[in-house]
């Protein structure tokens, strides 16, 4: 009876995976146009933000669509942090990058890309109510800089002239925010982002007049996917004649929030942000379930696997169980999601997608947690209980699953319900790869409507919410599986 | 009659530690030896050496015509013949005492899990304890615990049966129950090989007595032999403490 569940809970699981692999790669597409997958920025306005539907709208968003169209040619769109995008486009993960990336010679060393599209310069901007008069002023404090943008080279360019120190960040709100709070004296921005930011309720001020003036351009990996680059210069040249460029730049600059993020009255109360953004949050509680449960029962697959072959009488089999459990416990969660996402695929060359990187990533790390405790439970289990099994004839195998397993288990339970409630707020880490997860979907949503404070008071609350759920569920299949 | 057990030359030692320094025995069909000694003199080791729980670390082995130091040899098989009942009992706590009964014979494919249950209620009756099919071995007293062990142990139908020192555990007034199970079993023809310290059954049901000191066998006879006219000075000494309280 117990044998036929498990047997139907692995199927389940295998089937599962086979399912997001296949839709995951996402190389083969029906149609005879030529598909690309395209990564873009998750918050980067007026370039590219989420509407009050949850729909990626923006400068880039709107001209990618429009020369796609034009073009003949289809895509699916990935935002994700700027700094993981521009290294996935350079792994081979994405065909292309348009995130408002600025052209500049070290780019140029190792992308190409296309005609020019959106002039720009970078501005300094500091609290409003700063009295910060010039980067003079800047001397001996810190400067907040968003990871991996062309506005940071420049500040670090200059950095020695003003004698500023930096610190960094992955995302323009929070970046906002901390200039805004006064944790940070200054930052450096594209200005038309600036520009749209202060616009939207941002309180900060442009310092400084726009230095190192360049101009964002739509980015391939060197010497591949040249075919799509002619694509976007001939479609970006046939709407820049016909005066369509114009109009997508012109209904984005100085364009009122509220045009895509609903009105301030609904942002200024939670049950309003909860209401506006329900399918939003729904979406990304939907994801980070799905990241925890099938995270569990894969971490729980290869963590019993590898806590088996850790206590098995043969110094091969442990040795490798104790470097497994080694490597994949030692390792941040944060960096191993990176490695898997962006380094395996430079090395093979087959793309993996986000979400299964991010479940191949907790079932190794929170399987190595598992496989610890696995492994103590069995040990735990009095010896004479193996040698009554073996010596009614019970092979080594027979006596583990039906013996000593049965008993491990209940003492491993409440080790289990601990490493679920890990796992399930470790899901969090993988939005820096992309996952719209509901992390990643508070971070979006704030960027469109900058109310911090009010957001992530939600997001704790569901966290805590699912955290509650899933410990009762613990407790009652404590009560079911582990009891006498 | 034929030699179920012989045992030639055996050694066992840990690391520099020699616990058995070169035994010979054979036991022949039917045969019940009660093997006696002081503690540590090496027989339950040698005990468990005859289903290789313990490996030997060299010499001889051969049970029913098997050679457990050949490495060749399937030892499940051999294991499945030989029921091993111990000290403390090692029910498996999370079955019921008849799973505990039935696992085996069920989970080797020997027998249908109906007729295993019907094999293990007859077991259970045997021993006195039919009325606990259901219970958990938790809530057993340490000598029924045991007859279900003696019981499990039976489950498999095997030709010999291995005892060590299955009363020790046990408060005194449980000790008879467990010794007059395994009094029936001898005189039902059970080829017995039991460690322990209870002289009287060792009187009474013994075919043989064996007395272990020092890792080897000092004195081996009928019971009449070995407890009324010892030769080694060791067992006269031994058995002058423990029968003379």
Redesign the interface.
């Known amino acids: 009876m117990h044998s036929k569940t498990w047997m139907k809970y692995f199927m389940l699981t295998i089937a599962l995976m086979v399912g997001i692999i296949t839709t995951g790669t996402d190389i083969a597409h029906a149609s005879k146009e030529p598909h690309y997958v395209i990564t873009t920025d998750t918050t980067y306005p007026p370039f590219e933000l989420q509407d009050k539907n949850g729909k990626y709208v923006g400068i880039d968003i709107d001209i990618l669509k429009e020369i796609a169209k034009r073009e003949h040619f289809t895509y699916k769109l990935v935002p994700i942090s700027f700094n993981s995008g521009a290294q996935a486009v350079l792994s081979g993960q994405f065909d292309a990058i348009m995130a408002g990336m600025a052209i500049t010679p070290a780019r140029k060393e190792v992308y190409d890309f296309g005609t020019p599209y959106y002039k720009t310069g970078v501005i300094a901007a500091i609290s409003k109510n700063s009295n910060i008069k010039s980067l003079d002023d800047l001397r001996g404090k810190t400067v907040a800089l968003k990871t991996g943008t062309g506005a940071a080279a420049y500040a670090l360019s200059i950095q020695k002239q003003y004698g500023f120190k930096v610190t960094y960040f992955n995302d323009s709100n929070t970046m906002y925010n901390d200039v805004a709070l006064g944790n940070t004296v200054a930052t450096f921005e594209d200005e038309p982002v600036m520009k749209y930011a202060i616009q939207n309720g941002v309180k900060l001020k442009i310092l400084t007049k726009p230095a190192n003036s360049g101009y964002y351009g739509f980015g391939v990996k060197k010497g591949h996917n040249q075919a799509l680059i002619k694509k976007f210069n001939a479609g970006f040249a046939s709407i820049k004649e016909d005066g369509t460029y114009d109009k997508i730049v012109a209904k984005y600059i100085g364009a009122k929030e509220s045009n895509f993020a609903g009105s301030a009255k609904v942002n200024n109360s939670i049950w309003g942000l909860l209401k506006q953004n329900k399918s939003q949050f729904l979406a990304g509680i939907g994801q980070t379930l799905m990241l925890t449960i099938l995270g569990i029962i894969l971490a729980t697959i290869f963590g019993v696997a590898i806590g088996i072959l850790a206590i098995i009488p043969n110094k091969f089999s442990h040795g490798f169980a104790s470097t497994i459990i080694y490597i994949f416990r030692g390792l941040p969660l944060l960096v191993l999601a990176f490695f898997i996402y962006i380094g395996i695929p430079s090395l093979t060359g087959h793309k993996l997608s986000a979400l299964f990187s991010g479940l191949i990533t907790l079932m190794l790390n929170e399987g190595a947690y598992i496989a610890a405790f696995v492994a103590g439970g069995l040990k735990a289990v ?1 010896n ?2 193996m ?9 080594y195998g ?1 006596a583990m699953l ?2 000593v397993m ?2 491990g288990i ?1 003492l491993m339970v409440p080790s289990f319900v601990n490493q679920f409630i890990i796992t399930l707020k470790d899901t969090s880490i993988l939005s820096a790869i992309g996952i719209i997860e509901l992390t990643q979907t508070g971070t979006v949503i704030i960027s469109r409507n900058s109310q911090g404070f009010r957001v992530w008071f939600l997001v704790a609350l569901m966290y805590l919410i699912m955290i509650t759920l899933l410990t009762f569920l613990a407790k009652w299949a404590d009560k079911k599986f582990g009891g ?1 | 009659m034929t030699a179920k057990v012989t045992v030639k030359d055996l050694h066992k030692a840990y690391g520099d530690n020699e616990v058995l320094k070169g035994i010979n025995l054979e036991v022949q069909e039917n045969e019940v030896v009660v093997m006696i000694g002081p503690s540590g003199s090496g027989k339950s080791t040698f005990l468990r050496t005859l289903n290789k729980l313990e490996d030997p670390t060299s010499g001889e082995i051969l049970i029913n015509g098997y050679n457990l130091v050949d490495k060749k040899t399937d030892i499940n098989k051999v294991r499945e013949n030989v029921g091993m009942v111990f000290q403390h009992f090692n029910l498996f706590p999370h079955l019921s005492v008849l799973e505990n009964v039935i696992l085996a014979p069920v989970e080797l494919g020997k027998m249908s899990k109906e007729d295993a249950k019907a094999l293990g209620m007859q077991l259970l009756t045997q021993v006195g304890l039919a009325e606990k099919a259901d219970a958990k071995p938790t809530q057993l007293s340490g000598g029924q615990k045991q007859r279900v062990a003696i019981a499990r142990a039976l489950a498999m139908k095997p030709s010999i049966m291995l005892f060590d020192e299955p009363t020790s555990a046990l408060d005194p007034e449980m000790v008879g129950d467990v010794l007059q199970v395994m009094r029936d079993l001898a005189e039902d023809g059970m080829t017995m090989i039991v460690v322990t310290h209870e002289m009287g059954f060792a009187k009474q049901v013994a075919d043989r007595v064996v007395f272990f000191a020092d890792g080897y066998i000092r004195e081996q006879g009928t019971p009449e032999e070995v407890f009324n006219n010892p030769q080694d000075p060791r067992a006269q000494d031994f058995l002058n403490k423990v029968l003379n309280v």
């Open positions: 009095d004479g209980q040698e009554a099994a073996r010596s009614l004839g019970l092979s027979k039906k013996v049965p008993q209940k006498n």
